[in-house]
């Protein structure tokens, strides 16, 4: 009974995630900025602006400026334990000054942020390359197809590099 309890609790888990993932993605840009304002205010670097674009058409959820240096980032996110190995990039995040992606893994009963990803440059640099592998659209289209998504780029997670803390972030951001 207790497996089967379980197995309910995880199908319900991920149905919620899978149904709820705009309220799951605004909980966790909320949270993400939590501990960057919060670490920057402990650490007394309080030179720190969020900008949050009303229209998701640049390539990026945030800008973030700070020790004079901007930078638009696209958030992504998947749970401890995911399968998912890759991710896909709005090529125009490459135009953008400090373009950089910062995925976040998180625990999925919590939301609490155990883990970040980094993809990006140097503080005043602009984003790597992302490749060339076209990304396709998750879901398909009458037809059954899943056309491909000419201004987006499918990155691999083994692009991405570990970030130890909030604070290890944040010097990748601004002070490196």
Request: with cysteine.
């Amino acid at each position: 009974m207790t497996m089967q309890l379980t197995e309910t609790n995880n199908q319900t888990q991920t149905a919620g995630h899978s149904q709820d993932s705009s309220l799951r993605e605004q909980a966790l840009v909320h949270l993400f900025l939590g501990e960057l304002l919060a670490e920057m205010w402990r650490t007394h670097r309080r030179d720190i602006e969020v900008l949050k674009g009303e229209v998701d058409r640049g390539g990026y959820d945030i800008v973030l400026e700070s020790n004079g240096l901007i930078r638009h980032v696209q958030l992504k996110s998947s749970f401890i334990g995911s399968k998912v190995r890759n991710v896909n990039v709005g090529t125009k995040l490459s135009t953008k000054p400090g373009g950089c992606v910062i995925w976040l893994e998180f625990n999925a009963d919590t939301l609490k942020i155990e883990r970040y990803l980094w993809l990006g440059g140097d503080p005043g640099q602009a984003l790597p390359d992302i490749g060339s592998r076209i990304a396709k659209h998750s879901k398909s289209n009458s037809a059954g197809q899943k056309t491909e998504r000419p201004m987006h780029r499918e990155v691999a997670k083994s692009r991405f590099q570990s970030v130890a803390s909030v604070e290890s972030l944040i010097h990748r951001l601004f002070y490196e």
